[in-house]
């Protein structure tokens, strides 16, 4: 276990992987370090560097071992030494320091009542009419945490805290594809039909994983995403032309 001014903890999780720990809570300030490192990392890989997962407080780094063992531009005996000495050159990426943000995605999302399926209820339980519920959530402008759960599924910060809700107690056996969901302080979009307990709010048209695409997810870690409200002929609008 290794760690560079304190910025971070890195650590292995097998022999073909270390994970690099920033702190163990949700931050906006961790997942700007999180996103910008793991961006320089892709532009300068070092040989055998294989891929990056990045998540709320960690980025794994996958490499082959005897590959990068045999890199003799990193200094070290083993893959930690040598993965420590090719971050060290980094420092500047954990340092606090503005940094050009990416363009912001703009979801559509319809959040009337055919498809806001939990959006009467928290309404009950915010003491909130679902005018202001829906501008809270599409005002707001969030980040990308993390892919995971199903392919594409993104983990969005940002959320007013004004509409912090639990899961549902009783999980859906089946939530549409595209259905806009919250769950405590993060909001999220179902790219694929499948189970779950997130609150149900709204629906966007548009696919947010097509495995017939060079990249099959729409959206990645480190991306800033928008909801903007449409209507219901607006959505069957666009659900016919994607």
Known sequence: MASIANEY????????????????????????KISH????????????????????????????????????TLQGSTCLEKITFYLSKMKDEFKNQSHKDSKIIQIPVCYEDAFGLDLEELS????????????????AIY?????????????????????????KTAPRKAIPAGSVGIAGMQTGIYPLETPGGWQII???????????????????AGDRIKFEAITKSEYERMAKNS
């Open 202 to 220: 709204g629906r966007t048209p548009m696919k947010l994983f097509d495995v017939l695409q060079s990249q099959p997810s729409l959206l990645k």
């Open 37 to 72: 490192l793991n961006q320089r990392i892709l532009r300068e890989p070092f040989s055998g560097f294989i891929n990056t997962v990045p998540a709320y407080t960690t980025l794994t780094i996958f490499f082959e071992p005897l590959e990068l063992l045999m890199n003799a």
């Open 124 to 139: 009950s339980s915010y003491h909130l009419d679902k005018e202001k519920i829906i501008t809270l959530h599409s005002e």
């Open 9 to 32: 903890i890195l650590y292995p999780i097998s022999e073909k992987a270390v994970s690099i720990e920033f702190g163990n809570q949700i931050d906006e300030e961790i997942r700007q």
């Open 143 to 167: 980040s990308v945490y993390m892919i995971g759960f199903v392919p594409g599924f993104p983990y969005l910060g940002g959320l007013n805290e004004l509409l912090k809700a639990p899961r």
